[in-house]
C-alpha cells in the first residue's frame, strides 16, 4: 500500500509541477527547449513553432542556443489557452506540439510599450511618458558595475535606457570584453601588439546573447525599457563589428530577433548616429529596418538614429516613433514643429549631456539639462538624460554615458520627480493653440500647464488660450487652482486663490478680477492650472 500511496504522490506532484510550469503570464515569455544533436552547422538549422489561442494565430522562428538546444520563444498577448506546433526541415526538431495557459498578467506588467496616434501607451492602456537614460557599454563591463547601473537606473527613477549591443571601442587602453557575439576562429597581435581577430561569422556565441538577455531582463524587473542600438561607429577598427558583411548583418539581425522579440521592455534602435557608419547605404538601412520588423511578430517599438539635425525619413511606417539627435527644445515651439511634421512621438535622444568633458556635447550643468528637459516635454515630446563626468580625458570609470555605474552629477536626482508629475496627467501633453501660444501645453479639458523656465518674474497674470485643440474650448465662469511647480528644488506649492475665467477676448481667457499669481524669484517654474468643482 505504501508503494501505491507513493507511487500516486509522485503522480500528483509530477502533474502539478507541469502545470505550473506551463502557466504564462500575459505578455510573459514561454520557452520552448528541444535537445537535438544535428550534423553540420547548428545555426544554419531553421525551426519555428506556431502558437493558436482561438481566432489568433502566431508564428515565430525559433534558434540555436548552443550545447546541442534549439529554443522557441512565444509571448502570449491573450489569456486562456494557448496551442503550438513546431516546424522544421529536421526530424527531432519538427511536429513537437504542446499547450500553456496564459494567465492574467502581475500588477508591474503593463505589457509592451506601443505607440497610439503620437503617444505612448503600454499594452494594458496605460500612458507611458519616456523618461529615459544612455549608457552605451553598460553591459560590457565588470559584473559589479552592472550591477551598480541597475541600482543606479531604479534610485533615480528612469523607465528607459539607450544601449548598445556591440561592444565600443572608447581608446587603445578600454580592456576587451569577456564575450563577443561571434566565435573566434583566430587571435593574434600585430606588430603594434594590437589584438587582431578571425570571426566566424557563421557562428554566434550564444553565452554573448544570453547575457544580454540577462540584462534585458534585470531592466524589466525594474520596469525599464531596453532600448537596444543594434549597429553603431564607434569601432574604429578594433573588431569591426562596424564593417559587417550584408549578409552577416541580414543573419545577425534575424538571430537577434528571434531571440529577443518575446522579451516585452525590447526596442529596436537601428542605429546610434547611422550616417557615420559610411560603410553602410541608405538602402541598407532600409533593408535591416525591414528585416527587424519582418521577424518580429509584436512589432516592438523601432526608430534610428542620427548625428546632429540630419533627421532620418521617421514618416515611413517601419518607425514608430524619432530617435532624434538635436537641440530643438532649447528653440521656443521647435519641439512642437517635429512633432507636428511626423505625427509620431518624438524622443529628443540627444539635447547634450551633463558632464565635465572638454567639448561642446558633453558639459551642460545639471539645471541647463533638466530646462531642456521641461522644454521638450511641455511641446508634447520627450527628451532623453545622459551623464559624462570624467576623472582625466582618458577615465571613463565614472562616465555612466560610457560604462554605466554610479550617477556623479545632479540632473539624475530630479527624475522621480519628473515622473511623479507626468505619471499624474489625465492624458499627454501638448500645445493648447499651436504656432499661437508656445507656452501653454494641455493635458485634457482644464488642465494646462506652463513652463516659465529661466525667466524669472515676481508674477504671472492668470491668462489663457481659449482654444484647447483635440478638447472643448475654454468656457466663461470656469474655476481654477495654480500650483507653482519648482522643477529644481523639486517643490509643489498650492496658491492660495481661486481664479475664475471671463469669456474670451481675441481668442485668450483671463480672470475676472484680472488676478495675479505671486511667483518666487527663482527659475525653471512650472505652473499647473487645474479646474475646481
Partial sequence: M???????LFICLNSFLVSAQCKIERWGRYELSIPAKIKGNPFEVRISATFTHADREVTVEGFYDGNDTFKVRFMPDRQGVWNYVTHSEETLLNNRKGTFECVEASKNN?????????????????????????????????????KQTICSISEAGFNKIRMLFFVQNFD?????????????KKVEKDENGKLVYEWDYNRFN??????????????????VEADLILFHPYDDGRWNFDKLPLSVCERYLKYLVSRLSSFRNVWWSLANEYDFLKFYSAKDWDFFTKVVIENDPYRHLCSIHSYTAKYY????????HASIQDQAPLQLGAAGIVKNIYKKPIIFDEVCYEGNMNNRWGNLSGQEYIYRLWMGITAGTYVTHGECYMNSATDYSKNFLAVGGCFQGEAWKRIAFVRSILDSLPQPLRHCDPSWDLHTASAGENYYMIYLGKEIANDWLFELPEKNIGYNSLKEGTRFKVEIIDTWNMTITEYPQIFETTKAYNKRVFDKEHKKVLLPSVPYLLLRITAVE
Wanted: aromatic share 22%; with cysteine; hydrophobic share 30%.
Fill in 2 to 8: 505504501k508503494c501505491i500511496y507513493y507511487f500516486f
Fill in 110 to 146: 503593463h505589457g509592451p510599450v506601443q505607440v497610439e496616434e503620437c503617444n505612448f501607451r503600454y499594452a494594458d492602456g496605460k500612458y507611458y511618458y519616456p523618461v529615459g537614460t544612455t549608457s552605451y557599454d553598460w553591459m560590457h563591463v565588470a559584473e559589479n558595475l552592472q
Fill in 172 to 184: 587603445d587602453d578600454y580592456p576587451e570584453p569577456e564575450l563577443f557575439p561571434f566565435e573566434i
Fill in 206 to 223: 550564444p553565452g554573448y546573447f544570453r547575457h544580454v538577455e540577462n540584462c534585458i531582463d534585470s531592466l524589466k524587473n525594474i520596469g
Fill in 313 to 320: 525619413a521617421y514618416w515611413k511606417p517601419e518607425y514608430t
